[in-house]
Structures are given as C-alpha cells and as structure tokens.
C-alpha cells in the first residue's frame, strides 16, 4: 500500500518534447556573425544566416530567437512584433542602439564579450525547447543495503512503461553500476566517467542520446574502471540538463552526502528513504535524514518489512519525524528475474510495480490536475 503525505507541486510550463531549430541571425558583420557562430556550437544549436529580413515572413516569425547584430537592425525596421528578438553587438559606445532596439522590438540589447555565457544559455534553451522540468526524485537507503537502487531502478521502468521520458541516473559511485539492476552493463553508451570533466552547460538533447536505452529510458551508471569520484559542478551540469528534458529523473543516491551529493539533493523535487524496520536501521537512517535534510525539505519515508517486535510502518516514519508513503513490497522471484534480464519494477502485474505506479498517481497528480 502507498501512502503519499502531500504532493509534488510545480507550476505548469509549457510542454516542449523535441528539440527545436537553432536561432536566426541576421547581420553583415563578418566577425560579429563569427562570434554568433562560435556560441551556436557552444550552445549545440544550428542557426540559420541572412543578411537582412528574411523575404519568408515564416523564417522571422518560427525560429525559437532572432539575433540581430547592430549593423542590421536599420534593415530590419518594419518586421513583425515578436518575443525572443535581441539586438547584438560589439561596440560599447553607439548611441543610436537604443533607438535600433526599440525599432525592431527587441527584448534584449547585449554587447559581446560581456554577455557571451548567459547568450549561450539562451541560444540553448531556445533550441532545446526548454518546457516543464522534469519532476526529478532521489532515493537513499537508511542503511547499507535497504533496497533504495531496487526501488530507484523500479521507479524509472514504472515511469517509463507508463509512456514518461524517463532517465535513471546513479549517484552511488561504490552501488556496484545501475546498469546491472537493468541488465544492460555491456549496453552501448557514456558512463559517468565520460562526464567527470563537464563544468558548463551539458546539451540535453545529446546527454539523452548518449546513453543507453534500457527498458524505455535512458540510464546514466558508472564505468567498470577504478574512477569513483565525480566533481560536483559535473553532477550539477549533468542533472540541471536531465531535468531540462522533462517527464521523470530518478537518482539512486549513496547514504554519504558529499558536495556532489548535495548538488543532486540541490535539484530533487523529494527524496525517498528506504529504512528497515528495525531499530538500528532506524538509528542509521536518521542521520541520514538529518544530513540530507540540510539540502533538502521534501523527504519521505518508505518502510521496509520484516518489522522487530512492536516496529511497524508508521513507527518508523513517527521516529523519523517524515511523512510516510507506504511500505516497500517483498516481490517473490526477484532475485532470479534479475538473473533473467527482467529489471526490479519489470513484471506490471508484482507487487513492487504496483506499489511504484500508485507512488506515480498520486505524488505526481498535478500532471493531470495541475498545480497542488
């Protein structure tokens, strides 16, 4: 049975599912336009060039953002009002730019090298689409083997079979690799060691395509050399472009919260705790609770059976001070399923699905109802 206290609240953005176009420039200026090409790459987008409005009315009106550079603005006098128009430029000291501004209704004037990294995250948002965040939950384990990665792998195939875009990132560097749990440790595709040097922006688009495709989503785990470590501004840049995808990111997290593990805590809508019900368990999960605490607000428990004498669910989340959301189910056969290929989460009809898809249907209910 799944308890949910409370629900995951976000206000609703528009939903943008595939990737867009790069922006439209418009300018004569060969190095301003190098420059602009430059930040288009940075950025994985492509844009398209002209050196004054479009004759298409359509190519002004649906790229994502127009950039005009200030020798072009007199030329684009007279074009459609629209959001997502920034005037360009290098030069400190023109004073007619404002006016240019104004006389092609642009939303920002920026002027190169000083903008060059917020324009770059723009440029990439426009391409990307960015829509609604992806409701993004970790999971930790009260204590060493509390079953939180066979909870994290169940969520994520339950999300994916019910039609979510769905990635499953492993933040546990000694969990033995999430890719085991799916079967797919020699599936094709980067491992967190390809991403341990990322500081800037990671492109989502080709985050996504670069891993591997298990059971419907995409998993990011660790590589089967000695690397155990990933910088925290990787696991920032890498989570901030999962979330941008949207639908659902689950992250299996180690009981130790480091600065990386706090990057993650940092992005989590709530986190999810696996105790035991046994009195040590509950000893060690609240410090984890407490540490994990300290980043995060939303934290919830989740119960695991056989309980010590006069321990139950709801004892173990009143000790915890958390609101619970159920008990994790004993699935008979699990251990042998995994052994055949079939992922925890994998049979629709067990128990541990069920418990994870009714999780889905009321913690994420303003998907369908919007905001809680």
Same mark, same amino acid.
């Given at each position: 049975?799944?308890?949910?206290?409370?629900?995951?609240?976000?206000?609703?953005?528009?939903?943008?599912?595939?990737?867009?176009?790069?922006?439209?420039?418009?300018?004569?200026?060969?190095?301003?336009?190098?420059?602009?090409?430059?930040?288009?790459?940075?950025?994985?987008?492509?844009?398209?060039?002209?050196?004054?409005?479009?004759?298409?009315?359509?190519?002004?009106?649906?790229?994502?953002?127009?950039?005009?550079?200030?020798?072009?603005?007199?030329?684009?006098?007279?074009?459609?009002?629209?959001?997502?128009?920034?005037?360009?430029?290098?030069?400190?000291?023109?004073?007619?730019?404002?006016?240019?501004?104004?006389?092609?209704?642009?939303?920002?004037?920026?002027?190169?090298?000083?903008?060059?990294?917020?324009?770059?995250?723009?440029?990439?948002?426009?391409?990307?689409?960015?829509?609604?965040?992806?409701?993004?939950?970790?999971?930790?384990?009260?204590?060493?083997?509390?079953?939180?990665?066979?909870?994290?792998?169940?969520?994520?195939?339950?999300?994916?079979?019910?039609?979510? #875009?769905?990635? @499953?990132?492993?933040?546990?560097? $000694? =969990? +033995?690799?999430?890719? %085991?749990? !799916?079967?797919?440790?020699?599936? /094709?595709?980067?491992?967190?060691?390809?991403?341990?040097?990322?500081?800037?922006?990671?492109?989502?688009?080709?985050?996504?395509?670069?891993?591997?495709?298990?059971?419907?989503?995409?998993?990011?785990?660790?590589?089967?050399?000695?690397?155990?470590?990933?910088?925290?501004?990787?696991? #920032?840049?890498? @989570?901030?472009?999962?979330?941008? $995808? =949207? +639908?659902?990111?689950? %992250?299996? !997290?180690?009981?130790?919260?480091? /600065?990386?593990?706090?990057?993650?805590?940092?992005?989590?809508?709530?986190?999810?705790?696996?105790?035991?019900?046994?009195?040590?368990?509950?000893?060690?999960?609240?410090?984890?609770?407490?540490?994990?605490?300290?980043?995060?607000?939303?934290?919830?428990?989740?119960?695991?059976?056989?309980?010590?004498?006069?321990?139950?669910?709801?004892?173990?989340?009143?000790?915890?001070?958390?609101? !619970?959301?159920?008990?994790?189910?004993?699935?008979?056969?699990?251990?042998?399923?995994?052994?055949?290929?079939?992922?925890?989460?994998?049979?629709?009809?067990?128990?541990?699905?069920?418990?994870?898809?009714?999780?889905?249907?009321?913690?994420?209910?303003?998907?369908?109802?919007?905001?809680?």
């Amino acid at each position: 049975m799944v308890i949910v206290a409370g629900t995951v609240a976000r206000d609703r953005l528009p939903s943008a599912e595939e990737r867009r176009g790069g922006p439209l420039i418009v300018t004569e200026d060969v190095q301003l336009l190098d420059d602009l090409l430059r930040l288009c790459a940075a950025a994985g987008a492509e844009p398209e060039v002209h050196h004054g409005l479009p004759e298409r009315r359509s190519g002004w009106d649906r790229a994502p953002m127009v950039l005009v550079g200030d020798d072009a603005a007199p030329r684009c006098r007279g074009a459609a009002r629209r959001r997502g128009v920034m005037l360009v430029g290098r030069a400190q000291d023109n004073p007619d730019v404002w006016r240019h501004a104004v006389g092609i209704g642009a939303e920002y004037v920026l002027r190169l090298p000083d903008s060059e990294n917020w324009l770059v995250d723009q440029i990439a948002n426009a391409a990307e689409g960015v829509g609604r965040p992806a409701v993004t939950v970790g999971v930790l384990g009260g204590r060493g083997g509390a079953g939180a990665s066979t909870l994290a792998c169940a969520l994520a195939v339950t999300a994916a079979r019910a039609g979510r #875009r769905t990635m @499953l990132i492993d933040g546990d560097p $000694l =969990g +033995g690799g999430i890719d %085991v749990l !799916l079967g797919g440790e020699r599936a /094709e595709g980067m491992r967190w060691p390809d991403f341990a040097h990322s500081k800037g922006r990671v492109g989502s688009g080709a985050l996504e395509e670069s891993l591997p495709a298990l059971h419907g989503l995409r998993a990011l785990s660790w590589g089967r050399d000695d690397t155990a470590e990933i910088p925290p501004q990787a696991m #920032r840049a890498v @989570l901030a472009a999962a979330r941008r $995808l =949207g +639908g659902v990111v689950v %992250v299996d !997290l180690p009981r130790r919260i480091d /600065e990386s593990v706090a990057e993650a805590l940092a992005q989590l809508d709530l986190g999810l705790v696996v105790v035991p019900g046994e009195l040590r368990a509950v000893a060690a999960a609240k410090r984890v609770v407490v540490a994990a605490g300290t980043v995060l607000d939303d934290l919830r428990v989740v119960a695991r059976g056989p309980y010590a004498a006069g321990i139950d669910e709801h004892w173990v989340a009143q000790a915890l001070g958390l609101p !619970l959301v159920g008990e994790l189910p004993t699935e008979a056969g699990l251990s042998a399923a995994q052994d055949g290929g079939e992922p925890p989460g994998g049979s629709p009809r067990g128990p541990l699905a069920r418990f994870c898809t009714e999780f889905w249907e009321r913690a994420l209910d303003q998907d369908q109802g919007g905001k809680s």
